[in-house]
């Protein structure tokens, strides 16, 4: 792409300025300068917006996995546990509980062992459940 | 090994079987390595690529490297006799009228490898009923089923402790709240700031004593809400471009949401969780017109009296106040609490 601010879908001068405010060398003062690098920053801000959702999950599932693994039990089996308790807490919500509420969490992580535990052959035959 | 594995379509269960087809030879190894591998490895070298690879029991070997056929499958020659099209014009010696397998199948599949073996998913159907459990955290590590409610003497301890929880303020968002919080949420249709909501999916309820888990909710649970502002948060630039392409945008926007507080968590375990029944057509009358109706409108409906001696709208009698579409209700927040996914009692959006 050309980039050029005097176009469709430009970004009015005032605001180039405003954002290449502190920027370094002429960048911030003239406008041909500032368009190019207020441009870049902008789409950077852009995308990086989508992918801040992204790194915040792999935040917490880290933060889940350390904690559940403080009860000797892995991030994996501790949501494939809860997938199959049928609980529907998402993994914002997991961390946060980790964090400051230690003993509901750790009720969590024992109703996924629970339902980790090898069935046996009577409860496997066990339809009453459904 | 040369045939395609269209003419031996059962050339893997052969592979399975021990001993080996003729070009794959199986190497005894030193006694030691045997012991040490359990006895049952063997060590498969194949005449051309595949040395040095070890083969574990019952593991398969496949030619080439894909289990599928290829879009472009080799080339088979057919057998004179059987080949109408050949013409004959071009065959000028013995050896281009003959059965040649020399390169037909080499060059895509003359690698042995192992073949990738995908685990089926674990199917997640049909789900559990949906039920929650009441733990007390002073039996803690519980390894049995848990029961929906505690016994009925500590029903008005339950009700009398600090509670934590977290709801759903929308299909998406989960917040984990305690009295006195402000979260922000989604934007709420048609509510002003002042006004008391409901948010009937509660997916876990905690005190300092037990935890409620729901799964997926709590159907006894229930959150107040005050609406503190329909607001919208401060404005951001969105500018975007991909290089060399000759389009951008750019736009401010500023995001609608709900500033909530929350008043109270209460928990009703000596109620009927159900929900009561939909509001009465009177308060309908702004869904027959599919709009809201002003008050001066309001004041044009014309009215009789009713069965029970109140008035009703005259619609009435022809509309029994059925929602025309699952959840419209819901939308308008005509009900009497916010239910979201996975909540069994949602009218809507059910999987």
Known sequence: MLLSAVRFGRIPREIVFAVAKGMYGRSKRCFKLAAVRVMKELNHMYWLRKKRRKQMRILWITRINAASREHGFLYSRLISGLTRANMAVDRKSLCILAETEPASFKCVVDEAKRMMKRETLESARNLSRF | ?351
């Open chain 2, 1 to 351: 090994m040369a045939f395609c594995r269209r003419l031996a379509p059962n050339l893997r269960v052969a592979l399975q079987t021990w001993p080996s087809p003729s070009n794959l030879r199986l190497v005894e190894l030193p006694s030691w390595t045997c012991t040490a591998l359990g006895g049952v490895r063997g060590f498969i070298r194949h005449p051309v690529k595949a040395t040095g690879h070890i083969l574990g029991h019952k593991m398969e070997v496949i030619q080439g490297s894909r289990k599928r056929p290829s879009y472009m499958p080799p080339k088979i020659p057919k057998h004179p006799l059987q080949d109408v099209e050949l013409n004959m014009n071009e065959v000028l010696t013995y050896s281009d009228m003959k059965l040649r397998w020399q390169w037909t199948t080499r060059f895509s599949t003359s690698r042995m490898t192992i073949a990738r073996h995908w685990k089926p998913m674990r199917t997640e159907f049909p789900r559990n009923k949906p039920t929650c459990a009441f733990v007390w955290h002073e039996d803690m590590p519980h390894r049995t089923p848990q029961p929906e409610l505690p016994d009925p003497e500590h029903f008005e301890r339950i009700k009398k402790q600090e509670l934590f929880c977290v709801f759903k303020s929308s299909v998406y968002h989960q917040h984990k709240v305690t009295v006195g919080d402000i979260v922000q949420a989604e934007k709420l249709h048609r509510r002003d700031a002042g006004e008391k909501v409901v948010f009937g999916t509660v997916l876990l309820v905690g005190s300092k004593d037990f935890t409620i888990l729901g799964k997926p909710t709590v159907p006894y649970a229930k959150v107040k809400a005050t609406v503190e502002q329909q607001t919208l948060t401060k404005e951001m630039l969105a500018f975007w471009y991909k290089p060399r392409r000759k389009q951008s945008h750019f736009y401010r926007r500023r995001q609608h949401v709900t500033m909530l507080r929350i008043d109270e968590i209460i928990l009703t375990p000596d109620e009927d969780p159900a929900d009561p029944p939909p509001p009465k057509p009177a308060r309908l009358l702004d869904l027959w017109a599919n709009r809201w109706l002003d008050p001066a409108e309001k004041e044009g409906i014309e009215m009789i009296e009713g069965e029970d001696g109140r008035l009703i709208p005259k619609v009435a009698q022809i509309y029994d106040g059925l929602e025309h579409q699952p959840g419209s209700y819901h939308r308008r927040g005509l009900t009497s609490c916010y239910r979201y996914w996975p909540d069994p009692a949602a009218t809507h959006w059910r999987i």
